[in-house]
T-cell receptor, first 110, second 114 residues
């Protein structure tokens, strides 16, 4: 069945770039998403990319999509303490349902 | 603008008790859903609704019931609580008119079943 995989933890130094990776299995996905969950809160959409795009940039965020390898990445430039959160990758299926990764906890070291 | 509102935020139940988690949205979204979040497992879909009067099962529906009598409300009922239902529950909604499918989440309801 469909599956989305991501590492559970990533630790980076403040000011460095963070790269969070995700692999998915369904080649018919229309959109791929990155959601952010801050402690004690619900998830909020951070950014998304349409499946016919290779890259999307939005201020400090860069999303790269490799359709051949079914690999999605989120790069956060100049990582700040406010970026500490859990980042979820998700893919949309044709029936509008989303398949979610387990989430990557981003830990910022001073 | 309230968005998606969930109540209660915290609840402790004993095994066998029943309860209802409330979810309301004020964005006129057709789609509403309930997820549970467990450590290391991401989000799992329990039930969802594409409009008033229409509900369907998600990935993990057993032990839960839903109804959608209005566009705004989508309550989740636990019929006979079990320790395996200890989790954080999220309600989410979206507007079906856009293909981006952005989900708007409530702040979550943390449930402990003893």
């Amino acid at each position: 069945g469909e599956d989305v995989e991501q590492s559970l933890f990533l630790s980076v130094r403040e000011g460095d770039s963070s790269v969070i990776n995700c692999t998915y299995t369904d080649s018919s996905s229309t959109y791929l998403y990155w959601y952010k969950q801050e402690p004690g809160a619900g998830l909020q959409l951070l950014t998304y990319i349409f499946s016919n795009m290779d890259m999307k940039q939005d201020q400090r965020l860069t999303v790269l999509l490799n359709k051949k390898d079914k690999h999605l990445s989120l790069r956060i430039a100049d990582t700040q303490t406010g970026d500490s959160a859990i980042y979820f990758c998700a893919e949309s299926l044709m029936n509008y349902q989303l398949i979610w990764g387990a989430g990557t906890k981003l830990i910022i070291k001073p | 603008n309230a968005g998606v509102t969930q109540t209660p935020k915290f609840q402790v139940l004993k095994t066998g008790q029943s309860m209802t988690l409330q979810c309301a949205q004020d964005m006129n979204h057709e789609y509403m859903s309930w997820y549970r979040q467990d450590p290391g497992m991401g989000l799992r879909l329990i039930h969802y609704s594409v409009g008033a009067g229409i509900t369907d099962q998600g990935e993990v529906p057993n032990g839960y019931n839903v109804s959608r009598s209005t566009t705004e409300d989508f309550p989740l009922r636990l019929l006979s609580a079990a320790p395996s239902q200890t989790s954080v529950y999220f309600c989410a909604s979206s507007y079906r008119g856009t293909n981006t499918g952005e989900l708007f989440f409530g702040e979550g309801s943390r449930l402990t079943v003893l």
